[in-house]
């Protein structure tokens, strides 16, 4: 007689569910197909960029929802307001510390495997009107203005605009306000806390277009920018990944491990955002199931509302090792020497301009102009040099950005003794084998 399928569990029925129907098996056939499509026809390959670009305008339009419901109601939920500073103080500190880390690897590799030499390309020749347009988003970054953007012109804007630090900004005084408010705001929260599980409901329906979106993604780059185009500039790509694979493992490895866990089984964890990253060249499409994700591993939602989005702005490692690199080969490709002094003024500027340049794709590359821009020695044509493969680059850097502030959030968890390390490895091998 056969069992009643109602006694076996969900998770019994998780597990027998066929690989095919994987999210992140979907995503990688999604990938391999675009790969295919994309050196067979890259006509038709690039025409399916909009499939790609629809995906990521799906989940951007739900973000500002999922960091606002998540912030509001965690914060609204703390008893002790002190744990906001506290939580905040020391991601900023974390951010700090492990970026200035990245900025300097990168310059160090540079300057050791040298990744331009020989390239004695002519900034004459160079196309520098593919580079004026981001010469001109970057000149109009200023610190003060940043800081001052920071405050929306209404609260609405926040949200219509997008603006994570903004709508951070927002949540943050909505979370207090009712915090403060005490029971009489308590029919409100509870309305939060039911929106909340409606928004990741909405998350989970369109997560099931992630394999479409990687698809439409990645057989537009394959397609417009074509592998064997890639030519002469290998070398950086090589060792930006290369670099960042060892960051990953040994860095962020060190530092998981000092927290209490190993960083492959995290990394599988994550395997299906760091997919969608890796086709979509941009975190913020990860961001909704990546706070998600870190919730059941047990960290508050306070503190994942607070640290996840603060992270997309402040701790982009993957940015910084990308920025100091790349302005070495554009240096070195151009026959543009560098004393110590301007490539230490370079690691000082981009510790200023890196702030901002995570998730979208291509802030990376307005803060690297930005950068360069400060040692009128180096040509700023030069950036032409690399901009062809920067979506390449880009993929590299947002997975690297997008892993950096998970491992952050687990580091600041377990600063805040919200988790020991015996539950941390329980509910990460828990969940990374459910």
């Known amino acids: 007689m056969l069992a009643p399928p109602v006694t076996e569990s969900p998770t019994t029925l998780e597990r027998k569910k066929p690989f095919y129907t994987g999210l992140s098996f979907q995503v990688l056939a999604g990938v391999a197909i675009a790969i295919i499509l994309g050196y067979v026809s890259p006509a038709t390959a690039v025409a399916m960029k909009p499939l790609g670009d629809a995906f990521i305008r799906l989940i951007t339009m739900i973000i500002t929802l999922v960091i606002f419901c998540t912030l509001v109601t965690g914060i609204a939920g703390m008893e002790d307001m002190k744990k906001v500073g506290r939580v905040g103080g020391k991601a900023l500190l974390y951010f700090e ?4 880390i990245a900025l300097l690897i990168g310059l160090a590799v540079g300057n050791v495997v040298h990744p331009g030499s020989g390239f004695n390309a002519d900034p004459a020749t ?23 953007h920071i405050i929306p012109t209404t609260v609405v804007d926040a949200f219509t605009r997008g603006d994570i630090l903004q709508v951070l900004f927002v949540s943050l005084l909505f979370g207090f306000a009712l915090s ?6 308590k029919p409100l929260i509870d309305f939060l806390e039911a929106l909340t599980r ?6 989970a329906i369109l997560m099931r277009f992630a394999p479409i ?7 537009f780059t394959v397609g417009k920018y074509g592998l064997s185009s890639l030519g002469p500039l290998v070398k950086l790509m090589v060792t930006l990944y290369i670099t960042s694979l060892l960051f990953v493992i040994v860095v962020l490895g060190g530092i998981a ?15 299906e955002e760091i997919l969608l990253v890796l086709a979509t060249s941009s975190s913020e499409p990860a961001l909704p199931a990546l706070m998600a994700k870190l919730e059941r591993l047990g960290c508050s939602k306070a503190l994942v509302g607070l640290v996840v989005p603060t992270g997309y702005t402040f701790n982009a490692d993957g940015t910084s090792l990308y920025m100091t690199l790349a ?6 490709a151009t026959n543009t020497h560098l004393t110590l002094l301007q490539q230490f003024t370079i690691l000082g500027v981009a510790l200023l301009t890196s702030k901002g340049a995570s998730g979208v794709q291509g802030a990376a590359f307005i803060a690297l102009v930005a950068t360069m821009m400060v040692i009128p020695t180096i040509p700023v044509a030069g950036m032409a040099l690399i901009l062809g493969i920067d979506r390449f680059l880009s993929m590299c850097r947002a997975v690297v950005n997008m892993t950096g502030n998970a491992v952050a959030t687990l580091v600041v968890a377990r600063w805040e003794n919200e988790l020991d390390r015996d539950s941390l490895k329980r509910n ?6 459910g």
């Open 180 to 185: 403060l408010a005490g029971p009489r705001c």
């Open 213 to 219: 979106g990687a698809f439409g993604a990645m057989a």
């Open 198 to 203: 409606a928004v990741f409901g909405v998350v």
């Open 126 to 148: 160079l196309d520098a009107r593919a580079v004026a347009e981001y010469a001109g988003q970057a000149k109009a970054q200023k610190v003060t203005e940043f800081l001052v």
């Open 428 to 433: 990460l091998a828990d969940q990374a084998t």
């Open 97 to 100: 510390v492990v970026s200035t």
């Open 327 to 332: 302005a070495l080969f554009v240096a070195q």
């Open 257 to 271: 491990r000092i927290a209490g866990f190993g960083i492959f089984r995290f990394l599988w964890y994550l395997r």
